[in-house]
């Protein structure tokens, strides 16, 4: 059971810490295109990417274009606020 708390509170952590940024770089007033552009160059996701699926490849290429997707729809959704 503390494996699945822990997990859960790891994407927790993720996504907040992904909201934050997006607002930061939201904040200076780039497009959508910019913010993820911009982002993968100033957020640790390698760091992020390490903690959810270590060094395998497949699941690191599924990681990057979640990640894609997850800036977009944080884009999204903070800029509808």
């Known amino acids: 059971m503390c494996c699945t708390t822990s997990y ?5 952590d993720f996504l907040s810490s992904v909201n934050q940024e997006v607002e930061k770089e939201i904040n200076d ?3 959508l295109e910019e913010v993820q552009q911009a982002l993968p160059k100033t957020f640790a996701v390698k760091t992020w990417r390490e903690k959810f699926v270590g060094h395998d490849q ?3 290429d599924f990681f990057d274009a979640s990640f894609a997707g997850l800036i977009k729809a944080s884009y999204n959704q903070i800029k509808a606020r």
């Open 8 to 12: 859960v509170e790891q994407i927790i």
């Open 29 to 31: 007033g780039p497009s």
């Open 58 to 60: 497949e699941d690191s």
